[in-house]
């Protein structure tokens, strides 16, 4: 059983940056691919980001290449997504997820993740 508790969720002005942390329980967490998807009001849940548990090779949605990026650090099993050069349409509540399940699933579906976090506000004004 893996619990997830994202924080570092708020408001800011486009343009600003925001980092989310995702506190993961459990002694699996190491050998969990960790993901990040978002749900925008009035939209379906998407992928954001992904980082395996394998050498740390990362997949990231084209919306946020290059303005986003996604870490861990096992000893704190703990994931982050920092977030740069925010845009309004960023505004979203941001979840986390871990897989742990050994699967051909790609790291953009939702099928891959097994365990969620309850989801976490980021709001971007312009």
């Known amino acids: 059983q893996v619990q997830l508790v994202e924080s570092g969720g708020g408001s800011v002005q486009a343009g600003g940056s925001l980092r989310l942390s995702c506190a993961a329980s459990g002694r699996t967490f190491s050998s969990a691919d960790m993901g990040w998807f978002r749900k925008a009001p009035g939209k379906e849940r998407e992928f954001v980001a992904a980082i395996s548990w394998i050498g740390g090779n990362t997949a990231y949605a084209d919306s946020v290449k290059g303005r986003f990026t996604i870490s861990r650090d096992n000893a704190k099993n703990t994931v982050y997504l920092q977030m740069n050069s925010l845009k309004p349409e960023d505004t979203a509540v941001y979840y986390c997820?871990?897989?742990?399940?050994?699967?051909?699933?790609?790291?953009?579906?939702?099928?891959?993740?097994?365990?969620w976090g309850q989801g976490t506000q980021v709001t971007v004004s312009s």
């Open positions: 997820a871990a897989g742990l399940k050994i699967t051909f699933v790609t790291f953009n579906r939702e099928s891959r993740y097994d365990y």
